[in-house]
């Protein structure tokens, strides 16, 4: 059996770590021939690192992350291949239509209308491609409510939800409405709470079509590895084709190389390295060797 892990950042909240696990039982009850469990990079436990090497048989890990970024491609990576090598990764939960009909749903909640300038306020990320991933997740939302949104961050990248806030204020729009590109309650939901905005929705929390985007990805992650291994297989077999028909001297000589990264079917090997299994990206552990730590990223 495949177990599944939700990989979370961790939060020093106790109504974001309840919601978290709220997330986690809705998982759960997806599919009840799939172990699911829930672990953390860091502060929630149990940790990652710890869960990972006593878990039997395939593991598949889904970060409970909305976008790229230093814990994305280097952290999680990191810990999975020196905790469980054989582990495959999911990419991050964002950008996708489904978190858009979730953050639509939880402004209407809040009392959105139709006059309303909206922002998705994000916590944000020193790395650019994770702010691009939000604003990507900006335009979903845009298309959800035909209407634009900007994307801003509480914390880390540009515009600051202050920024945006006083740009739409010159505009025509009465009310501004804020919607929270966060997974649940904490510090940066406190602070776009302490924004100012006229509306501020709740977080993603716990909801049906966020637990089908854990599993889409998780199905994703399985067919990557799968088409990996079998095309490895199959280069295997060609590579031995070839050899048979060479001499003893050219199939010893050195330097002809053979390993070869496994390909994401459909996908972008350069944005999901993350979804390849973790022997592919064990690389990024030396990336940590004698560095006290990452770069700053709140994604």
């Known amino acids: 059996m ?3 892990v939700l990989a979370g950042h961790g939060t020093r909240s106790s109504a974001g770590e309840e919601t978290l696990a709220g997330l986690r039982d809705l998982v759960r009850g997806g599919r ?12 929630s436990s149990p940790l990652l690192a710890d869960m990972l090497p006593g878990l039997p048989g395939p593991v ?21 291949a020196a905790a469980r090598p ?37 916590a944000g990320s020193s790395d650019p491609a994770a702010l691009a991933d939000v604003r990507a997740a900006a335009r979903l939302l845009s298309v959800r409510l035909s209407r634009p949104v900007t994307a801003a961050f509480a914390a880390t990248g540009t515009p600051s939800v202050a920024e945006a806030l006083d740009r739409l204020r010159s505009g025509p729009a009465p009310r501004i409405a804020l919607a929270s590109y966060l997974l649940a309650p904490g510090f940066f939901q406190d602070r776009l709470a302490a924004s100012g905005a006229d509306l501020v929705a709740a977080p993603l929390g716990v909801d049906a079509d966020l637990a089908a985007l854990v599993w889409a990805r998780f199905d994703q992650a399985r067919l990557a590895a799968g088409a990996s291994k079998g095309g490895q297989t199959h280069r295997a077999s060609v590579a031995a084709g ?47 060797d004698g560095r006290k730590s990452g770069p700053r990223s709140i994604s």
């Open 2 to 4: 495949t177990t599944l």
């Open 32 to 43: 009840r021939g799939t172990r699911v469990e829930q672990a953390f990079l860091e502060i």
């Open 242 to 288: 070839a050899g048979a028909r060479q001499t003893a001297p050219e199939r010893e000589r050195p330097g002809s190389g053979g390993h070869l990264a496994p390909v994401v079917p459909g996908g972008d090997q350069s944005r999901w390295g993350s979804s390849l299994s973790s022997r592919t990206i064990s690389s990024a552990t030396s990336s940590r």
């Open 86 to 122: 054989d582990a495959v990764v999911a990419p991050p939960l964002g950008p996708h239509p489904l978190l858009a009909a979730v953050l639509a749903r939880r402004l209407s909640a809040a009392g959105l209308r139709a006059a309303d300038s909206v922002i998705l306020g994000a």
């Open 60 to 80: 598949v890990v889904v970060p409970l992350l909305l976008a790229g970024g230093y814990h994305v491609h280097i952290d999680l990576p990191s810990v999975v």
